[in-house]
Nanobody
Framework: EVQLVESGGGLVQAGGSLRLSCAASGFPFDDYAIGWFRQAPGEEREGVSFISSSDGSTYYGDSVKGRFIVSSDNAKNTEYLQMNSLKPEDTAVYSC?????????????WGQGTQVTVSS
């Protein structure tokens, strides 16, 4: 059974940090690009960061560049999103997804998401 399970969300004050985890199982993690997405109420889903399976290249959305860092531990089939200098506008449900087509997608598998709330 394919699973992507996010954890690490919560409530944090502006300027604080959180680290999200995405634990994968049921598919060859090393062969899939992994992306983090977020969606705030009433907003469209936004791509936050991505790691390529081919060469490990990382990509970030403009709104998080310089503040968020994505990394992978292939031995644990887990990807991490370190979020620093958080802002209230970072409040959203964060989901990870896996793509066999590369970072551009489409994405084959999705996690259920974890809530991140940043208070001002």
């Amino acid at each position: 059974e394919v699973q992507l399970v996010e954890s690490g969300g919560g409530l944090v004050q502006a300027g604080g940090s959180l680290r999200l985890s995405c634990a994968a199982s049921g598919f060859p993690f090393d062969d899939y690009a992994i992306g983090w997405f977020r969606q705030a109420p009433g907003e469209e889903r936004e791509g936050v960061s991505f790691i390529s399976s081919s060469d490990g290249s990382t990509y970030y959305g403009d709104s998080v560049k310089g503040r968020f860092i994505v990394s992978s531990d292939n031995a644990k089939n887990t990807e991490y999103l370190q979020m620093n200098s958080l802002k209230p506008e970072d409040t959203a449900v964060y989901s990870c997804a896996a793509s066999s087509f590369g970072v551009q997608g489409p994405y084959d598998y999705w996690g259920q998401g974890t809530q991140v709330t940043v208070s001002s």
